[in-house]
């Protein structure tokens, strides 16, 4: 595999590295916090594994220098390559919230619903999520604490509602704040904020009281998962929030008209293309987040949640 690497200093000994989930660009990536104990956030897929890997060696970092591992949550574009990282890092300790420790040691039923999802993609798109032995694994509740040394903390935050393992990140030293997918997708080339809402755990009030939450954290910039770090932190959450609204609005009137998911998915492109910059940017750009982030999974995960509602 091609390991090459992108990494970009954001300062405060913070770097981005693109974790080229499926060989893209510029939809994944990690952060290496390089502070006395080294922590990575976000190592992607199980592809992502050697990229990462070959970045933390040109970083310095070497296999028994990391510290710590963490996930916001456990979705394979985040996840997926934990157990990977963590054999090459054997002194890592791997950090993720109490609903989604079990499934990093004992991946086999994530695995199982997730090859049910995406078939034969699953290979390509996210590889194959290994086992972390369970004693390097500490999980984290409402709130936690990750020492990065020299009196620097990551304090981890639960924010359900985009999925029921999510927790933001806050670095004590730079205000960055972690987001993961619980801010939804933000796109570098466009400026443009989308929803993540995939089944089964979405969730609005969920994921718009998390959305609050962050805002009462006063962070000084929001590191996306997907992708990169954002300086307008007020003007994003809230864009967030009114993007969630927007389509939750968009496919409960689709509900309750009795249309099916295919007219659901239609009837929001139809009311939020207009609204994203990407749809005017050729088709190379929104496949690419298409893959990421398709409208149908966001539309059903929706609709799920509208159901059990009901």
């Not at 509602?161 to 670095?171: E, I, Q, R, S, T």
Request: charge should be negative; include cysteine; proline fraction near 5%.
């Amino acid at each position: 595999m091609d390991t090459t690497t992108t990494i970009t200093p954001l300062g405060g000994d913070v770097y981005e590295i693109d974790t080229r989930m499926a060989g893209y660009s510029g939809i994944t990536a990690g952060y290496l916090i390089l502070s006395d104990r080294p922590c990575l956030v976000e190592p992607g897929t199980a592809g992502s594994a050697p990229v990462v890997r070959r970045a933390l060696e040109e970083l310095g970092v070497g296999p028994r220098d990391l510290a710590t591992v963490v996930v916001t949550h456990i979705h394979l574009d985040h996840a997926g390559g934990v157990g990977d990282i963590a054999e090459m890092f054997p002194e890592a300790e791997v950090v993720v919230h109490e609903k989604g420790a079990r499934h990093l040691a004992s991946p086999e039923r994530l695995m199982r619903s997730a090859r049910m999802v995406y078939g034969d993609a699953l290979d390509t798109l996210f590889g194959e999520l290994r086992p972390t032995d369970a004693v390097r694994i500490r999980a984290v509740e409402e709130t936690g604490v990750i020492d990065l040394g020299g009196g620097r903390r990551l304090e981890s935050h639960y924010s359900p509602g985009h999925a029921k393992h999510h927790v933001g990140l806050v670095d004590s030293a730079t205000g960055d704040l972690y987001v993961g997918d619980a801010a939804g997708i933000y796109i570098p080339e466009t400026a443009d904020v989308r929803p993540a809402t995939p089944p089964p755990d979405f969730d609005l009030d969920t994921a718009l009281a998390s959305l609050r939450r962050f805002g009462d954290l006063g962070p000084q910039r929001l590191l996306f998962a997907h992708y990169g770090p954002v300086s307008e932190v007020e003007e994003t959450l809230g864009r967030s929030a009114e993007e969630l609204r927007i389509w939750v609005d968009t496919v409960r009137a689709a509900k309750d008209e009795g249309l099916d998911l295919d007219h659901a998915v239609a009837m929001v492109r139809e009311r939020t293309d207009e609204r994203y910059a990407i749809t005017r940017e050729g088709a190379e750009l929104t496949a690419k987040y298409e893959l990421l982030n398709d409208v149908e999974s966001n539309v059903a995960g929706i609709m799920h949640a509208l159901s059990r509602h009901a």
